[in-house]
């Protein structure tokens, strides 16, 4: 394993950027995504320089949304490209768009056709009319695509690089030609987006420079990194040597002082060959910790020993106290002799430095660690890195399993609403004497379809179904 530095500290910065060399890897799949569904050609995803995605590529070709949405935006910017020459066909009476096979390729017109998202209408006999259909199919259905878009991502803002500004007047689409024209070798791939042209390289480069632009043009800054890019070579490769080098390996959590949905970030990130060779992960948690780690099992294809410890007194957590019996125990007992400890509390250093011939990795969280502990680990020669610097935009499904399971328990924590009981006090107190046939029928109609509605402030009100 490389000398046990971390990359932040050490390693040689771009001086341009001041940017570490090796702490972060490029991610792909936001770029590749909005790639394909803006249009760009297909060339551009496969090639041995590329940084599109070919693999998203095939996936959304098998989605039916993002077909339409890519060929649409195909033909508007193929028409745009060549508008005079298509427009010169039309106007000589030689034909529509499919007249031109050798600018609009015949396949993306019948796929649109079969996709039920034809636009050439027999009323359309102008270009720009046709412009103008494809902007208006665009705006109606661009929406049923914000489900393959990362959550994290303003959708809103996805969505505007498709809207031409009032493309549904002549004068709008006028002004998206000018603007197109004026400034075409600046538009990514040279295909049509709305957007300021600027000096911007390649904007599509990767998620993290998208993402950052992105914003950018409306006014706010990106800064959640995790979810654009990945921790760099540098580390994976020592977190790899570690591994490959150990007898049997163990990651022991502090759950008081990590995050579980960063964890499942970094272990997802990791190959599956490092992984198998981990022997297992030990949880140790408290009450007040986040309820995350009680479902981390079901996203980590590793095993899991999950330790609840209780306090005696409230106030004081043992969770530091048992993890370093637990260290001991797997240590002398299990001939465990490497471990992985996630946490940033200071207080392992005295577990570290007890146990000379056991071999550690730290990991810590950037803004929870001091530089004592840091500058410790460096000089006994132990690698330490960030679990903010492992990509987290794969950790949604868990993120939402874990609130919908807190939410569940706190609905269960609610006094019950019993509506036949309320349906009787109502018949009782407006003195209506129904037979059971009438109320079971009058509970059918009204109350058991009932609604529930939430106002701007999050207030809970119910409504009958009415007729």
């Known amino acids: 394993m490389e000398e046990a530095t971390y990359a932040n500290d050490t390693a040689e910065t771009n001086e341009k950027t001041e940017t570490p060399l090796f702490r972060y890897d490029g991610k792909y799949e936001l770029v590749s995504k909005v790639a394909y569904l803006l249009g760009v050609p297909m060339r551009h995803f496969d090639g041995e320089h590329v940084a599109l995605d070919i693999e998203i590529y095939h996936q959304l070709e098998k989605i039916r949304a993002a077909r339409i949405i890519r060929n649409l935006c195909l033909v508007r910017t193929l028409i745009e490209q060549n508008f005079k020459k298509i427009n010169l066909v039309m106007q000589k009476g030689y034909g529509g768009l499919h007249s031109v096979p050798d600018i609009i390729p015949p396949e993306v017109l019948r796929q649109l056709t079969q996709d039920g998202a034809n636009f050439i209408k027999k009323s359309s006999t102008r270009l720009f009319e046709h412009i103008i259909e494809i902007n208006r199919l665009i705006l109606d259905r661009i929406n049923n695509c914000q489900e393959l878009i990362p959550s994290w991502v303003n959708w809103s803002y996805i969505k505007d690089l498709f809207i031409m500004p009032d493309g549904l007047t002549l004068q709008g689409v ?11 070798n600046l538009y990514p791939y040279q295909i049509y987006m709305n957007w300021q042209p600027m000096e911007a390289g390649n904007v599509f480069y990767n998620d993290k420079k998208f993402a950052s632009l992105l914003y950018q043009w409306h006014g706010e800054t990106f800064n959640d990194f995790s979810k ?13 040597e570690f591994v490959g080098d150990s007898e049997k390996t163990v990651v022991v959590v502090d759950c008081e002082n990590s995050d579980p949905y960063k964890l499942c970030a970094m272990l997802r990130s990791l190959d599956h060959e490092a992984l198998n060779k981990i022997t297992k992960i030990i949880l140790f948690d408290d009450e007040h910790a986040a309820t995350g780690w009680r479902i981390l099992e079901s996203f980590v294809h590793v095993p899991i020993e999950h330790i609840m410890i209780e306090r005696i007194k ?29 946490s940033s509390d200071s207080d392992y250093w005295g577990l570290i430095s007890s146990l000379p011939d056991v071999r550690f990795i730290v990991v810590i969280e950037m803004d929870k660690c001091g530089p004592d502990m840091k500058n410790a680990l460096v000089e006994a020669g132990i690698f330490y890195c960030y679990l903010d610097d492992f990509y987290s935009g794969n950790v949604e499904e868990i993120k939402t399993v874990s609130i919908f399971k807190a939410i569940y328990g706190l609905l269960e924590a609610i006094p019950k609403i019993n509506m036949s009981n309320i349906f009787n006090e109502a018949l009782n107190e407006t003195r209506i004497e129904m037979s059971s046939a009438e109320k079971t029928q009058f509970y059918e109609k009204y109350i058991k379809h009932m609604n529930i509605k939430l106002d701007e402030a999050g207030n809970v009100s119910f409504e009958l179904k009415r007729n």
Not at 318 to 335: F, M, P, S, T, W
Request: proline fraction near 0%; charged fraction near 25%.
């Open 314 to 342: 409230q106030n004081k957590s043992l969770v530091d106290i048992r993890l370093a019996a637990g260290v001991c125990k797997e240590h002398y007992q299990n001939n465990v002799d490497s471990f992985v400890i996630v």
């Open 228 to 240: 654009v890019a990945d921790a760099g070579s540098y580390v994976k490769k020592n977190i790899y």
């Open 174 to 184: 006028r002004d998206a030609a000018t603007l197109y024209y004026a400034n075409r």
